[in-house]
């Protein structure tokens, strides 16, 4: 039995009673539905249902089983507010010895990183050419995917969760110290959080990630960072993701694991990262 935990925030201009009606669909039949009488209050209204399915079919590798989630807010025969969410049930765990664990099976992550960009159709979203390369990949051999160095396109993560391909989903390329004269450390102080809370609100139910990066060889290119100042940021950034997923874990992209400030940094990872060699020459 897998219990599903809906929750809900509804802003109301005014004190009403509402009934709030959630229906869960798999392959276009209804699976289950539950309506509750809620009482709303002028401002936000934070509401949780929650709504057993029995025997669930998982999401798994390859095999991209999404169910449909379809919420109504009703005020007797109309309808204030309708939203659908896809997701998908599936558990899994890492294991210091074992490794990855995929719905109770060992699974390797054989894995590519992936630039946002299309090849010679340029980087403008088009989930077409998207789909073409994951299909690609997948015939590859590939069932894993970092999205690379930036949070992926919404089109994107939900090609993966409907071919069943593992996604870790990255957030930055930088934090303060630029790699380029125009990139976004001229922003992280400022938007760091905004980009981190609507990136995981974004993803949080897609079965496809499994994995928070939150950076990409970030010491190398910052070496001004002592260790106090960046495990500031990893923990900053730790505790942002954790306050609305604790079921996923953190990572990140380190290519100087031999330093002591990337080693400072991985003490506080859920899982260690690390890109190119692992010495120095």
Not at 118 to 132: H, M, P, T
């Amino acid at each position: 039995v897998a219990n599903t935990k809906i929750d809900i925030k509804i802003n109301s201009t005014t004190t009403r009673i509402v009934n709030l009606v959630n229906e869960i669909y798999f392959n276009g039949s209804l699976v289950k539905s539950n309506t509750k009488e809620v009482a709303l209050s002028i401002g936000n209204n934070s509401v949780t249902d929650t709504i057993q399915i029995n025997n669930p079919t998982l999401w798994d590798e390859y095999n991209g089983n999404l169910y449909t989630l379809k919420t109504y807010i009703k005020y007797g025969e109309d309808i204030y507010h309708y939203s659908e969410t896809k997701y998908g049930y599936r558990y899994f765990k890492f294991d210091k010895d074992t490794g990855f664990w995929l719905n109770g099976k060992n699974l390797k992550l054989r894995g590519v990183c992936m630039h946002h960009d299309l090849g010679c159709i340029g980087a403008e979203v088009n989930k077409s050419a998207i789909e073409r390369q994951v299909s690609l990949l997948i015939d590859m051999g590939v069932n894993a995917i970092r999205i690379t160095h930036n949070p992926g396109s919404s089109e994107f993560l939900n090609v993966c969760a409907e071919k069943g391909v593992l996604v870790i989903e990255e957030l930055f390329d930088c934090w303060t110290t630029a790699k380029k004269t125009y990139d976004f450390a001229r922003y992280y102080n400022t938007y760091a959080k905004e980009v981190v809370d609507n990136t995981i609100n974004r993803g949080k139910n897609n079965p496809a990630i499994i994995m928070w990066s939150i950076g990409n060889e970030i010491i190398r290119t910052s070496s001004s960072y002592d260790s106090a100042t960046a495990t500031g940021f990893v923990q900053n950034m730790i505790n942002w993701i954790k306050a609305i997923d604790t079921e996923r874990i953190v990572t990140m992209g380190d290519d100087t694991p031999e330093s002591s400030v990337s080693l400072a940094c991985m003490n506080l990872l859920d899982v260690v990262g690390v890109n190119y060699g692992s010495t120095s020459e």
